[in-house]
């Protein structure tokens, strides 16, 4: 019994002194003079303006199609109205999220009516 007492206390001693040590530090390594620094891409604007404008456009024709079948799911609608709001205010960001979101949901509803109403 007093073997394992031993034993215990040196594994409890171990583990305390692992946790209590600091860890390893890490150093960044500043760029080699010769080399360029990785700079990320800058976002063209105006792409970034057509492509919320070509988006909303598809959510236009998805909830209209989704709409004449009688399938359109009225979070889509919310969803295609934020998106106006957001292109109209120029919060492309937003507007592109919102349209994406909105063809989603319309596609979903024409995919709705495959399904039988009541089993």
């Known amino acids: ?13 171990a583990v305390l002194v692992g946790c209590t040590s600091p860890g390893p530090q890490v150093v960044d390594a500043p760029a080699a003079p010769g080399v360029p620094a990785v700079v990320a891409p800058q976002r063209d604007d105006a792409a970034v303006a057509e492509e919320a404008k070509a988006l909303l456009a598809q959510a236009e024709t998805d909830v209209q199609r989704a709409r004449a079948k009688r399938a359109l799911w009225l979070k889509a609608w919310e969803e295609l109205l934020a998106a106006r709001r957001a292109v109209a205010s120029q919060d492309n960001d937003d507007a592109i999220r919102y349209a994406k979101h909105a063809s989603e949901l319309a596609q979903l509803g024409l995919e709705q009516l495959a399904y039988p109403a009541v089993k």
């Open 1 to 13: 019994m007093l073997e394992t007492s031993r034993l215990w206390r040196a594994v409890f001693g």
